[in-house]
Every structure is written in structure tokens, then in C-alpha cells.
């Protein structure tokens, strides 16, 4: 369940921040309803997750496929393509999650 739950936060995190930019400073009334509840929902499943999986874990988890599906909306939603240098570096921090996940003993 916890796994679950670790999803279902990273996509509420990924929404709420691709709605950060569209709220445009806290200005528009939607996409900043659509922030706050995302965050909100993103902090109490990690507050789940954290009952049965390590904080560092969690966490490595959380923000390096944050930051890979983040990437992603800002190329589909507002055409912000990456240069090479943030590709790669993007990558080493998703290699690192996959290292932490399936070799560290942390993650058992």
C-alpha cells in the first residue's frame, strides 16, 4: 500500500507544481486551489509512506520522479525544453533513485 501511496503523492506533487506557474504569483484562483490541495495530498500520503518505508527513501523517491515528470509537463504544457547539461543531470538523479531502490538495503 505504501508503494501506492508514494505514487498517488508524486502525481498530486507534479500537478500541484505544474499549476505553481499557472497560478501566475498566486493571482488566478484555480491553479492555485489545485496547489494548495495537490501539495496538501502529496504531504499526507508521505506521511503514510513514511510509516513503513525509510525517510530517505521516501524522499529520494519523491523528488527524483518529481523532478523527471515535472521536466516532462514543462515540455508538453509550456514548450520549456531542457539543454543537454539538464538532461544528463537529470538522469544521474533518476539512476541515483534506481541504485538507492534496488541495491541499498535501506529500501528493505
Same mark, same amino acid.
Do not use: H
Given at each position: 500500500? @505504501?508503494? %501506492?501511496? $508514494? %505514487? ?9 507544481? #505544474?499549476? %505553481?506557474?499557472?497560478?501566475?504569483? =498566486?493571482?488566478?484562483?484555480?491553479? #492555485?486551489?489545485?496547489?494548495?490541495? !495537490? &501539495? !496538501?495530498?502529496? =504531504? &499526507?500520503?508521505? #506521511? ?8 530517505? $527513501?521516501? &524522499? ?5 520522479? !518529481? ?10 504544457? &509550456?514548450?520549456?525544453?531542457?539543454? %543537454? ?5 537529470? +538522469? +544521474?538523479?533518476? @539512476? ?13
Amino acid at each position: 500500500m @505504501a508503494n %501506492l501511496y $508514494l %505514487l498517488i503523492a508524486v502525481m498530486c506533487e507534479v500537478i500541484a507544481t #505544474t499549476a %505553481l506557474k499557472a497560478s501566475d504569483e =498566486f493571482t488566478r484562483l484555480w491553479p #492555485t486551489v489545485v496547489v494548495v490541495v !495537490g &501539495y !496538501g495530498v502529496s =504531504f &499526507y500520503l508521505l #506521511t503514510l509512506v513514511f510509516r513503513t518505508m525509510p525517510v530517505g $527513501l521516501v &524522499y529520494a523517491i519523491w523528488s527524483g520522479a !518529481g523532478v523527471a515528470l515535472i521536466t516532462l509537463m514543462g515540455i508538453f504544457i &509550456y514548450r520549456q525544453v531542457p539543454d %543537454l547539461a539538464a538532461i544528463v543531470g537529470m +538522469l +544521474l538523479i533518476v @539512476a541515483g533513485v534506481v541504485v538507492i531502490k534496488m541495491f541499498s538495503k535501506m529500501s528493505s
